[in-house]
Structure formats: structure tokens, C-alpha cells
């Protein structure tokens, strides 16, 4: 018995864990520093070639 309630008070710690991240208002403005960072650095140095663009748009999809 002292095992399973281990175990269950382990699996709900995790489950606690996972649910816990709500983006904030300093997560929301660090990502738009970095999108706008990465808009100069195109303006500055495009991409060379079309599958270079295809990456940073699907890096951009992701929000990477």
C-alpha cells in the first residue's frame, strides 16, 4: 500500500508541474524582443535561398 500511495502522490506532483505554466506578461515581451530581433537581423541579412526563408518561417510557426 505504501508503494501504490507513493506512486500516487508522485504522479499527481507531476501532473501538478505540467499545468502550472501560464505564459506572463515578461514571457509575452521577451518574445517579441526576440521576434523583433530576428526581424532586423532579416532586414539586415536576408536569407539566402528559398530554403533557408522556408526555415525561419516554420522556426517563426513554432515560435523558436
Known sequence: MRISL??????L??????????EGPAERA?????NAGQSVSDAVNPPQ?????AGRKVDRA???
Not at 507513493?6 to 504522479?11: C, E, G, M
Not at 535561398?49 to 526563408?53: A, D, K
Open 13 to 22: 506532483m507531476m501532473v501538478g508541474l505540467a499545468a502550472c505554466h501560464q
Open 6 to 11: 507513493l506512486t500516487a502522490t508522485a504522479a
Open 62 to 64: 513554432l515560435g523558436r
Open 30 to 34: 521577451g518574445r517579441n524582443l526576440d
Open 49 to 53: 535561398g528559398p530554403v533557408e526563408s
